[in-house]
């Protein structure tokens, strides 16, 4: 789908010619929160957002076609330095790049999620 591609080629934007597998990246950001959850349910990041300006951000993600990247502090927020550590480890990226593209693709990824959540029938 076209907001599929504009998604990857954002992400894309700021990885160097040694990374070019954007889906990549994602899957393992996907792989990390889980499955999607029902729609009756938080999502993965809401349950994980543990403060209201946190909750806040995620909500704007979901509700936005095109997030902006966020900040460290947003991520560090969300996960754990383990799984930070995981992401790098996972993706090859040293730990300043994969910080530079968890800023970009947790946003995308937030609303990707949530239109995917909103297409899971009821009887799940």
Request: aromatic fraction near 6%; charged fraction near 25%; hydrophobic fraction near 35%.
């Amino acid at each position: 789908s076209m907001t599929e591609s504009n998604f990857f080629t954002r992400a894309g934007d700021f990885l160097t010619g040694a990374t070019g597998d954007q889906s990549g990246l994602i899957t393992v950001l996907n792989e990390m929160l889980g499955p999607i959850t029902r729609k009756d349910q938080p999502t993965r990041l809401e349950a994980r957002s543990r403060t209201p300006d946190v909750f806040d951000a995620v909500s704007q993600w979901q509700a936005r076609d095109n997030p902006a990247p966020t900040t460290e502090s947003m991520i560090h927020a969300l996960f754990s330095p383990e799984e930070i550590r995981r992401f790098s480890d996972e993706t090859g990226l040293s730990s300043p790049a994969a910080m530079e593209i968890l800023k970009v693709i947790v946003p995308l990824c937030a609303r990707d999620r949530k239109k995917r959540q909103l297409r899971v029938p009821d009887t799940v």
